[in-house]
Nanobody, 123 residues
């Protein structure tokens, strides 16, 4: 019933920019935690950024601070990730997740995930 759809991925040159979007539907809570995680094949999924839609509070991973910005849409079911100064090591599948509350970008907090959108940074 709960669905998340990511979009905006693609291939970009190093130092370039991309804007990802995620829309969640069918989730019972208006105020909720929505987050971006990323994963490289064969490696663990890692948190990128999250927002609590009740007040707009955000948290970022250290490796994206100053480069990525997570924002909320006009409603509480849409988030964006503005990615600037992209690096080769940012190459990954980017997933959107939703939870009732944020718990410091703990992967275990998120019971629902989208299918992901691929970001590839070329050199």
């Amino acid at each position: 019933q709960v669905q998340l759809v990511e979009s905006g991925g693609g291939s970009v040159q190093a130092e370039g920019s991309l804007r990802l979007a995620c829309v969640v539907s069918g989730y019972r809570y208006s105020s909720k935690c929505m987050a971006w995680f990323r994963q490289v094949a064969g490696k663990e999924r890692e948190g990128v950024a999250e927002v609590y839609t009740g007040d707009g509070s955000t948290q970022y991973a250290d490796f994206v601070k100053g480069r990525f910005t997570l924002s909320q849409g006009t409603d509480k079911n849409t988030i964006y990730l503005e990615m600037n100064s992209l690096k080769h090591e940012d190459t990954a599948m980017y997933y959107c997740g939703v939870a009732k509350t944020c718990r410091g970008m703990s992967e275990k907090a998120f019971g629902y995930w989208g299918k992901g959108t691929q970001v590839t940074v070329t050199t």
